[in-house]
């Protein structure tokens, strides 16, 4: 049994929090391939798929849009979950996610279900720009992640792929 785990991070903690996805599927027996959005992702023989993103203005990364889009119709051939990461601060919700688009994403892939992850804001890793608007309003800084969390979410899917309505 193997996983696709495709992840869009613009400065690293989404990508950290997917491979903690794939250690905690390799601890549940479950193999993983760990992909880049925007690299090229083989689905053929995968019993299921993770995709996963960081949360800029609103919506998911370029990248990780377009896998979705280019890939709908192998999507809905197998369980598919979406998580989003970003919203900062420990009062945080996923109000701050564009709620069309992530319907879209939804859609389009068949997902089984969405995730929202707390994410990681580190002004020393953000460019110029980012930093200035990340002050004007106010965003936390800190590392968020909640990798409990992150573990249970994944154990859940680790349960469903291997209970026997999901046969390879
Ligand atoms: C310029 C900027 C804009 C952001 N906009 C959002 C947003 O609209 N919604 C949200 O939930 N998080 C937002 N975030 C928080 C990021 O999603 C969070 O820092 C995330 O963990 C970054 O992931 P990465 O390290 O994988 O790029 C923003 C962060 C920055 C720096």
Known sequence: MSVAIIVASRHGSTREIAEEMARCLRHHGI???LYE???PVNLRGRTGVIIGSAV???RWLKEARTFVDEHQEELRQRP???F???PVGVNATNQTIDEVMLTELVTHSGALG???FLGKLDP???S???RLLTRIVHAPEGDFRDFDAIDAWTEEIARTLLSDRITE
């Open 31 to 33: 193999g993983s391939t």
């Open 37 to 39: 959005a925007g690299e």
């Open 56 to 58: 800029y203005m609103g």
């Open 80 to 82: 598919v979950w979406l």
């Open 84 to 86: 989003s990461s970003g």
């Open 114 to 116: 969405h995730q929202t």
């Open 124 to 126: 020393s890793q953000l």
């Open 128 to 130: 110029r720009s980012e």
